[in-house]
């Protein structure tokens, strides 16, 4: 099995948003560090009672594999 899979969570303080959090800057920082093909990218969000929301984003990709 080649593709992998990585989960970023995120637990905001309440009526924040996925897209003003850091979780967002994380994606993207580590999307640019990888090479190659992403298959899948899902989100999935759920509140917790006094402490806001839990976000978490998965990216299932293929690495490119280079050979040394």
């Not at 303080?13 to 959090?21: M, N, R």
């Not at 090479?35 to 989100?43: E, F, N, P, S, Y």
Request: aromatic share 8%; glycine share 8%.
């Amino acid at each position: 099995m080649i593709e992998r899979m990585k989960a970023f969570t995120y637990i905001s303080g309440t009526g924040a948003t996925l897209i003003e959090s850091a979780l967002e800057d994380r994606v993207n920082q580590w999307l640019e560090s990888q090479h190659g093909r992403l298959v899948r990218i899902t989100q999935s969000e759920s509140e917790r009672h006094g402490a806001g929301h839990h976000v978490t984003v998965c990216v299932w990709y293929v690495p490119d594999i280079i050979d040394g």
